[in-house]
C-alpha cells in the first residue's frame, strides 16, 4: 500500500518535470498583450472607473445599455458592468449599492417611493428620450378584413372573434408579463366590454402569440407596448381607447380612458454622482428616440448582431447625438 | 402470496368499496348543487389580502436592517463575502480572468484533459472519453466560457451542499427525531417555487454569485440529505450489531461500517444535487448569476429559440456527462475486487501516463492561448442554432392547425368542467371532499394532514387560483400518465426501446423550460393548455422511467406462467405486467404529481395564470411579493395534500406494507 | 407420554422460576438474575410495578402496548460450559443474549461476568468487554461487504487498536483455524453461506474472548453444511475450550451441542437442565411438545428408565453405569436373561429390562 503510494508520488514529480518541459513549445502567450481596447481602458481608467448597470431583460433596454456602454467604455475609458437583472431586483441592488444604473425604467412609482423618496439611495436622472406607450393593439391583417376595429366602439362587436378556449365565451384581451403596469381589467368592466382579461403571463407569450396570429391570419387582441423591437417585424395596430387626459387614470375604479404616454426614465444611485461622477453625467445626458432604439433593437434582434456590434455600428452613424451628450463632460473624447 | 391471489384481493377490496365512492360522491354533487357559487373565496390579479400584506411589511423589515442588524453584519455578509469569494476563486480557475491573469488559469485544454483524467481514475475509461467528447462538444457549440462558469457555479454549489448535506444526513439517519423535523423541510424546500425567494436572497446576499449560489443550494440539497439519510438507514442491522458487538466507538461505527456502506447510495445523492443544481441554472440567471442560463434568458428576448436551444443542449450535455460519471463511480464503489483489463503493472504505467498528459495539457493551457481560449473555428453552434430555429419554425407552421384543435378539445371536455366545480364549489365542500377521499384512500392521519393543508391554503388568500391550479394539475397529471405508462409499458418490455428512448427523456429532464416554451406558446397559444404541455413535458420523462422499471421488475415466472397459458399481448399487459406493477404506477403518479406542480410557475408564463402567476408577479412586483409568498406557500400546501393521498394509495396497493 | 419416569434432579419450583440454577461446578463466568427486557415507551414503569410485572406477556401488550421480551430469567455459564437458548419464535432469546452484552439494554437486573456487574459498568469498560472478553457470531452473519476475508476478520482487532502486523498475523492464523486458508483475499459477496459463517467464527475468535455468543448462528445454512459447522464449533471447543452461550431453535442441534439447555417460552426461561433432563422429565406440555420428536434412545440414559428392584429379584446379571445411553443398551438389556444393574458408580440405582427399553423403542417409533 505505502509502496505504491510512494510509486505514484515519484510518478507525479517526473511527471511535472516532463510536462514543463513539453510546454516549452506553443504560439502565442496568455498575457501578451493581444486584443485591441485593453492598453486603451488602462489609460482612461483614471478618470472613469466601474460603472455598475442593470441590464433588464427586454431588448430596448439591451440597446439602451450596449450604446451608453460603448460611448462610456470609448469615449471616457471606463468600464461598463453590465449585470443582468429583473427589474425589481435591480432597484434593490441600489439599496444593497450594488446597481449604479437603470437606464430604461417604465414607471414602478412604488419602487420609486420606496428606494428615492423614502430610502433615498436612488435618484430620478429624467427622461431617457423614449416614449413608452401602452395599449391594446391588432395584428395589421385585421385592419382592412374588419373596419373600424381600430376604435373601441367597435369591439364588442367583433368580441366573438376573439373567442378562445381561455375566455369563456367572451372575446380574448390577452395580458403580458406581470411586471407591466396594466388597467386593462377595469377598462373592461368600466367600458362595459364584453372581454375577458387573460394573463398570458410573459413577453414570449405576447410575441408569439402576435406572430402566429399575422402568420395564420387568426384574429388577436392584445396588450402591447412600444418602444419595442417586435413592432418593426410585424406593424402592429393600437386600437384608440377614449382620449388620455390628465388624471383620467386617477381612480382604478373608474378609470375609462386610454393609456398615458409615459416618458421612459434614468435612475441612478445617490452615490453615483460622487463615486463615479463621468459615468454619472454621460447617464444624465443619455437621451435618445425610439426610432433611434428600435434601430439597435432590431439590430439585435433580428440581425443577430451583437449588442456591442449594434452600438458602435449606430454611434458611428449618430455621431451627432453622442457627442452632444458628452458635450458638458471635462475630459471626455468625442467619438 | 401467489399473483393471482393479488389481483383478486385487490378487486374484491375494490367493489366493496365502489358502493362507498357512489354514495359519497352523489352526497357531494347534492351539496354541490345546492351551495354552488357561494364561499369561493375569489381574489382578483392585483388585490391582496392582510395576511399577504403581512408577509410584505415583514420582507421590508428585513431589508431595510441590512446594515444595522446584528445578524447580517456577523452572519449573512460573512456567509456573502466567503460564498462570493469561493465562486469568484473557482470561475478564475476556469472560467474568467483572475489571479492577476486575463484569462482563467486553466483552459480549455487543461479542463478537457482534467475531466477524461479524473472520470478515468473514478469511473473507467469509457467515461473518460464520455467526458472529453462531452466537453469538447461545449466548445464547439460556442459556450466555452458559458459552460465553465455554470460549472463553476454548479462545482461550488454542489461542494457545500456535500459539506453541509452529508453530515446532516448522517445526523437524521442515526435520530429519528431529527430525522422527522428535517425531512418535511426538505420537501417544503423542493416544492417551494424558487421566485419566491430569489428577490429576498438578493436582498440578504446581495446580487451575484452568493445569491446564485444560495439559490441553487436551496433547491439542490434536499437530495444528498435524504439519500444519505437513506443510505445510512440501509446498512443492513446484522453488520451494525456485528461492529457493536466488538466493541466499536460510535465514530470507528461510522467511518468503518455506516459511510462505507452507504457510500453507493451517498454518491446517488450528490448526483441527484448535481442534476438539480444544473436545473436551476436558467433561473439563478434572472438574479445575474452567470453562464449557460444567461444564454437561454437572452434568447428568450428576442424569442431566438435555436440559440436558447443551443443554450439548453449545452447544460444537457454537461448534465448527462457529470450524470453518467458519477452514476458510474457509485456503481464502481458497490463492486469491489472487480476484474480489471490490464495487470497492476500495466495500470500504474497508464496512469502515470495519463497524469503525465494531464498535467502537460494544464500546464500548457495555462500558458499558451491555443490551449486557453477555445478555438472559434471549427464550430458547430451556428448549425445547431440554425437547424433548431428551422425545426421550430416548420413545427409552428405545420401543426398549428391541429394543435388549437386540440387544445380546445381538451380545454372544453376536461379542463373547464373540473375547473368551474372546484371554482364554483363552497370551500368548505372542496375541503370535505377531498377529507373524504384522503380518508377512504388513506386513513385518518391523511385526511387531518389534508384538512390542515386546505385550510392553510384558504389562510393564505388565494383558494380560488390554488383550485385553478388544482385543476390543471389534476388534467396534466392524469394526461401525463397515460402517455407516460403508454410509453413506460413499451420500454418496460422492451430493451432496444428503453437504450434509445432513455436518452432523450434525461434530455428532457434538464432542458430548461424556457427552450420550449416558444413553440409551445405557438402552437397552443397563451392558454391553461399550453401550461399543461409545458408540465406534461417535464414530469412525462419520469413517469415514463418509474413505470418501464416498474414493467421490467415484473418477475419472469409470472409471465412465463401466462405466456405458458396462451395469453396474448395485450392479456399479459392488462392481466399479468400491468396489475403486478401496480406499485410502481403509484409511484409514477405521484412523482407526476409533483412534477407537475413543479411547473406551475413556468405554467404562470405562457397563460396559465392562478397561482404561478401570482407567484411570477411576486417575484417582478415589490407590492405583490406577500401574494406571491402566499401563492408560493399554497403550493406547497397543494403539494402536500396530492403527496400525502398519492403516497397512501400506494402504500394501499403494496402488498408488502400496511 | 408415560408419567412413570421419576425426575431426578432438575424441575421447576413451585412459584415457576427454574429451580436448578447453580453451574455444575462454582467457577462460574456469567451469572444473570432477575433479568428484564421491556420494549416500548413505558418500560421503566414497567419494572417499577409489581401488578405489571404480573401480567401476562399478552395482557402487557393490550394494557401498555409494551412487549416483555425477557421476563425475569436467571442463571448461570461455567467456565468452559456450551449453554443453549432454546424456544419458538419470539420467545426472547435473540433479546435474552444481546442483553448479555448489553447490544439490548436491559430494562433491570443484574448481568454479572467474571465477577464485575456489567449493569453497572459505564460505555468504556462495556467497550472493553466486548472487545476483548466476549464477542459473538450472527445469524445473518454481518460481515462487512466491503472488506476482504482478511479484513473482516481482523476487523476486532483494528477496532481496540491493535497494530497492522498483528491483527494480520493474527487474522491469518484464525482463517487457517477455520478452514479458510486461500480465501484470505476474498470478499464476502464471493464466498457461500457457510464459508462467510466462517469468516463470522473467525472473526469473533479473532478477539480472544473469554465467552462467545452465537445467535442462531446456522439456521441460515442449509442442513449439510449446518452439520459441518456444528462440527467444527464442536472441534473448536474442544481445542479451546471456550465459554459458549449458542442460541438455537434446533432441539437437535441443542442437544448434540449442549452442555445445559434453557428453554424459553414468551421471555420467561420453563426449564433449565441437561438434555435428558428435558426428554425425562419436561416440566410442562410446552417442553413435551418441544421434545416430542426427539428419538429418546438417543438422548436418554438408563438412569431414567431403572425401577426399583422386585423383592427377591435377581440381583446378578449385567451391571451398566447409569450414563449409557439407551440406544446403547438395548442389545445388552435384550440379550440378558434377567434384568439389568443401572449403578451410579458402586450404588445401585435400579434395575432395567426388556420391556422398559421396548417402551421407549415403540414411543420413538410413534
Ligand atoms: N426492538 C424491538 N422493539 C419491540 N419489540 C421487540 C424488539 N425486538 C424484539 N421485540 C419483541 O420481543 C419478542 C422477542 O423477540 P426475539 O427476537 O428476542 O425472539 P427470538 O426468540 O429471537 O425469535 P426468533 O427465533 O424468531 O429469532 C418478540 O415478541 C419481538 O416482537
Ligand atoms: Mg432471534
Not at chain 2, 375541503?431 to 391554503?457: D, E, F, P, Q
Not at chain 2, 403509484?586 to 396559465?608: D, E, K, R
Request: glycine share 10%.
Amino acid at each position: 500500500m505505502s509502496h505504491n503510494r510512494r510509486r505514484l508520488s515519484q510518478v507525479a514529480a517526473g511527471t511535472g518535470a516532463v510536462a514543463l518541459l513539453v510546454a516549452g513549445c506553443g504560439g502565442a502567450r496568455v498575457g501578451a498583450s493581444t486584443g485591441p481596447g485593453a492598453g486603451g481602458a488602462a489609460a482612461g481608467n483614471l478618470r472613469c472607473g466601474q460603472i455598475n448597470l442593470a441590464m433588464n431583460d427586454w431588448v430596448g433596454y439591451t440597446a439602451d445599455g450596449a450604446v451608453y456602454s460603448y460611448v462610456a467604455e470609448h469615449s471616457m475609458g471606463c468600464t461598463v458592468k453590465q449585470i443582468p437583472l429583473a427589474e425589481q431586483v435591480s432597484w434593490q441592488g441600489f439599496s444593497t449599492g450594488q446597481v449604479d444604473l437603470i437606464l430604461e425604467n417604465w414607471g414602478h412609482a412604488d419602487l420609486a417611493k420606496k428606494y428615492i423618496t423614502q430610502q433615498k439611495v436612488a435618484v430620478d436622472l429624467g427622461a431617457n428620450g423614449n416614449i413608452g406607450q401602452i395599449g391594446w393593439f391588432v395584428p395589421p391583417w385585421m385592419v382592412t378584413k374588419y373596419p373600424g376595429i381600430l376604435d373601441w366602439k367597435n369591439l364588442n362587436k367583433y368580441a366573438s372573434l376573439f373567442k378562445t378556449s381561455e375566455s369563456g365565451g367572451q372575446g380574448e384581451l390577452l395580458d403580458g408579463d406581470p411586471s407591466y403596469v396594466t388597467n386593462d381589467a377595469a377598462l373592461v368592466k368600466n367600458l362595459h366590454l364584453n372581454y375577458k382579461v387573460v394573463v398570458g403571463g410573459s413577453e414570449a407569450a405576447l410575441i408569439t402569440s402576435f406572430r402566429q396570429a399575422q402568420t395564420h391570419k387568426t384574429p388577436l387582441l392584445a396588450y402591447f407596448y412600444s418602444p419595442q423591437w417586435f413592432l418593426s417585424e410585424v406593424d402592429l395596430k393600437k386600437v384608440s381607447l377614449p382620449k388620455y387626459t390628465p388624471g383620467c387614470d386617477a381612480n382604478l375604479k373608474t378609470i375609462t380612458c386610454d393609456y398615458p404616454t409615459d416618458q421612459l426614465n434614468k435612475v441612478a444611485a445617490t452615490a453615483f454622482a460622487t463615486k463615479n461622477p463621468a459615468g454619472f453625467l454621460l447617464a444624465k445626458a443619455f437621451n435618445w428616440t425610439n426610432q433611434d432604439q428600435d434601430v439597435v433593437a432590431k439590430y439585435i434582434a433580428e440581425d443577430k448582431m451583437t449588442p456591442a456590434a449594434a452600438a458602435a455600428k449606430w454611434v458611428k452613424a449618430n455621431r451627432t447625438i453622442v457627442n452632444n451628450w458628452l458635450l458638458g463632460i471635462p475630459g471626455a473624447k468625442p467619438l | 402470496m401467489s399473483a393471482g391471489a393479488l389481483v383478486s384481493g385487490l378487486s374484491v377490496r375494490k367493489i366493496r368499496s365502489r358502493w362507498v365512492w357512489l354514495i359519497l360522491a352523489a352526497a357531494w354533487l347534492a351539496l354541490y348543487l345546492a351551495f354552488h357559487g357561494t364561499s369561493t373565496l375569489p381574489l382578483s390579479a392585483s388585490s391582496t389580502t392582510s395576511v399577504q400584506n403581512n408577509l410584505n411589511s415583514f420582507n421590508n423589515n428585513i431589508s431595510n436592517g441590512r446594515n444595522s442588524n446584528p445578524v447580517f453584519l456577523y452572519g449573512v455578509n460573512y456567509v456573502q463575502v466567503g460564498m462570493t469569494h469561493f465562486v469568484s476563486f473557482l470561475q478564475s480557475l476556469i472560467s474568467q480572468p483572475g489571479f492577476g491573469r486575463p484569462a482563467p488559469l486553466i483552459g480549455w485544454l487543461g479542463v478537457i484533459a482534467i475531466v477524461g483524467f479524473v472520470s478515468w481514475l473514478t469511473a473507467g475509461w469509457k467515461y473518460a472519453v464520455l467526458g472529453v467528447v462531452g466537453f469538447y462538444i461545449l466548445g464547439l457549440q460556442g459556450l466555452w466560457q458559458e459552460s465553465m462558469d455554470t460549472l463553476a457555479l454548479t462545482i461550488a454549489a454542489v461542494l457545500i451542499a456535500v459539506v453541509i448535506g452529508v453530515p446532516l444526513g448522517i445526523w437524521i439517519g442515526l435520530h429519528d427525531r431529527a430525522q422527522h423535523i428535517v425531512l418535511p423541510v426538505l420537501g417544503f424546500l423542493q416544492t417551494m417555487p424558487s421566485f419566491v425567494y430569489l428577490a429576498p436572497l438578493t436582498l440578504l446576499f446581495l446580487i451575484g454569485n452568493a445569491s446564485a449560489t444560495i439559490a441553487t443550494l436551496i433547491f439542490a440539497i434536499p437530495p444528498v440529505i435524504r439519500l444519505t439519510d437513506h443510505g445510512i438507514r440501509a446498512v443492513a442491522e446484522p453488520t451494525i450489531e456485528a461492529s457493536d458487538s466488538l466493541g466499536s466507538t460510535t465514530w470507528q461505527k461510522l467511518v468503518k461500517v455506516l459511510l462505507p456502506m452507504s457510500r453507493r447510495t451517498i454518491v446517488l445523492g450528490i448526483n441527484q444535487t448535481m442534476m438539480a443544481a444544473l436545473s436551476m441554472v436558467t433561473i439563478a440567471a434572472l438574479i445575474s448569476a452567470p453562464g449557460l442560463g444567461q444564454v437561454v434568458i437572452d434568447a428568450l428576448q428576442t424569442l431566438d429559440v435555436g440559440t436558447a436551444f443551443n443554450g439548453g443542449l449545452a447544460i444537457v450535455v454537461m448534465a448527462i456527462v457529470l450524470d453518467r460519471t458519477t452514476s458510474a463511480v457509485g456503481e464502481r464503489s458497490q463492486q469491489v475486487g472487480g476484474r480489471h483489463l490490464l495487470g497492476p503493472q500495466a495500470r500504474r504505467l497508464a496512469f502515470g501516463a495519463g497524469a503525465v498528459v494531464t498535467l502537460w495539457a494544464v500546464v500548457e493551457s495555462a500558458m499558451y492561448v491555443w490551449a486557453n481560449t477555445f478555438p472559434s473555428s471549427p464550430t458547430i453552434g451556428p448549425a445547431i442554432v440554425a437547424g433548431a430555429s428551422n425545426a421550430s419554425n416548420w413545427v409552428q407552421s405545420t401543426f398549428s392547425g391541429i394543435t388549437v384543435g386540440l387544445r380546445n378539445d381538451v380545454t372544453i371536455a376536461f379542463l373547464n368542467p373540473l375547473q368551474s366545480m372546484l371554482t364554483n364549489a363552497p370551500f368548505w365542500l372542496v375541503i370535505l371532499g377531498l377529507c373524504a377521499i384522503a380518508m377512504i384512500i388513506g386513513n385518518a392521519r391523511v385526511a387531518i394532514v389534508t384538512l390542515i393543508s386546505l385550510l392553510l391554503i384558504v389562510g393564505t388568500g388565494v383558494w380560488q387560483d390554488a383550485m385553478q391550479t388544482l385543476a390543471m394539475t389534476i388534467v396534466a397529471t392524469v394526461l401525463t400518465l397515460i402517455i407516460g405508462i403508454a410509453v413506460g409499458v413499451w420500454m418496460g418490455r422492451n430493451r432496444q426501446v428503453d437504450r434509445f428512448i432513455r436518452p432523450i427523456l434525461d434530455a428532457f429532464q434538464v432542458m430548461p423550460a424556457f427552450v420550449y416554451l416558444v413553440p409551445f406558446l405557438a402552437l397552443f397559444g397563451a392558454s391553461r393548455f399550453t401550461a399543461i404541455i409545458a408540465a406534461m413535458a417535464f414530469a412525462i420523462p419520469v413517469v415514463v422511467k418509474v413505470v418501464a422499471d416498474g414493467i421490467h421488475g415484473v418477475p419472469a415466472p409470472a409471465i412465463e406462467a401466462a405466456t405458458a397459458a396462451g395469453s396474448s399481448t395485450w392479456q399479459l399487459i392488462t392481466r399479468v405486467q400491468l396489475p403486478l406493477a401496480t406499485r410502481s404506477l403509484a409511484l409514477a403518479a405521484n412523482q407526476g404529481l409533483i412534477y407537475v406542480l413543479s411547473m406551475v410557475v413556468v405554467g404562470g408564463m405562457v397563460g396559465a395564470g392562478a397561482l404561478g402567476y401570482d407567484v411570477y408577479s411576486g417575484f417582478v412586483q415589490a407590492p405583490l411579493f406577500g401574494k406571491g409568498l402566499a401563492a408560493g406557500l399554497a403550493i406547497v400546501l397543494l403539494g402536500v395534500v396530492l403527496d400525502h393521498i398519492s403516497q397512501s394509495a400506494a402504500n394501499r396497493i403494496d402488498p408488502s406494507r400496511h | 407420554m408415560s408419567g412413570s419416569m421419576t425426575p431426578p434432579t432438575a424441575r421447576l419450583a413451585p412459584d415457576g422460576r427454574a429451580g436448578d440454577l447453580e453451574a455444575p461446578d462454582d467457577e462460574g463466568l456469567l451469572r444473570v438474575r432477575d433479568l428484564w427486557k421491556v420494549f416500548g415507551k413505558r418500560a421503566a414503569e414497567i419494572q417499577g410495578s409489581q401488578d405489571l410485572r404480573a401480567l401476562s406477556r399478552r395482557e402487557l401488550i393490550d394494557q401498555t402496548g409494551c412487549t416483555a421480551a425477557v421476563r425475569d430469567v436467571s442463571f448461570d455459564v461455567a467456565v468452559g460450559e456450551v449453554f443453549v437458548i432454546m424456544g419458538l419464535s419470539g420467545s426472547g432469546k435473540s433479546t435474552l443474549v444481546r442483553c448479555l452484552t448489553r447490544l439490548i439494554e436491559p430494562t433491570g437486573g443484574s448481568i454479572e461476568f467474571d465477577q464485575s456487574d456489567l449493569l453497572q459498568v459505564d460505555h468504556k469498560q462495556l467497550r472493553e468487554v466486548r472487545r476483548r472478553q466476549v464477542s459473538m457470531v450472527f445469524q445473518q452473519f454481518g460481515l462487512l461487504p466491503h472488506r476482504s476475508v482478511v479484513s473482516n476478520v481482523a476487523y476486532g482487532l483494528e477496532i481496540r487498536g491493535a497494530g497492522k502486523a498483528e491483527r494480520v498475523a493474527r487474522a491469518h492464523e484464525m482463517i487457517e483455524l477455520v478452514g479458510l486458508s486461500g480465501y484470505e483475499n476474498s470478499f464476502p459477496h464471493q464466498l457461500s453461506g457457510g464459508m462467510q459463517q466462517r469468516v463470522g467464527l473467525a472473526r469473533a475468535l479473532a478477539v480472544d474472548p473469554k465467552m462467545m455468543l452465537f445467535d442462531e448462528p446456522f439456521s441460515a445454512l442449509d442442513p449439510l453444511i449446518r452439520r459441518d459447522m456444528q462440527a467444527e464449533v464442536i472441534r473448536l471447543h474442544h481445542e479451546m475450550g471456550k465459554t459458549m452461550v449458542f442460541v438455537t431453535h434446533d432441539l437437535s442441534e441443542a442437544l448434540k451441542l449442549g452442555d445445559r439447555i434453557l428453554i424459553m417460552r414468551d421471555g420467561e426461561a420453563i426449564q433449565l437442565g441437561t438434555g435428558d433432563e428435558l426428554v425425562g422429565a419436561p416440566a410442562d406440555d410446552y417442553v413435551r411438545d418441544f421434545v416430542r420428536d426427539v428419538p429418546r434412545q438417543d438422548v436418554l440414559t438408563l438412569r431414567w428408565l431403572a425401577q426399583p428392584a422386585k423383592p427377591g429379584e435377581d440381583l446378578g446379571g449385567l451391571a451398566l453405569s447409569q450414563h449409557t445411553l439407551v440406544r446403547d443398551a438395548i442389545r445388552p438389556v435384550l440379550e440378558s436373561s434377567s434384568r439389568v444393574r443401572v449403578m451410579d458408580k458402586d450404588r445401585l440405582v435400579g434395575l432395567v429390562g426388556r420391556e422398559e427399553i421396548l417402551a421407549i423403542l415403540t414411543s420413538d417409533q410413534k
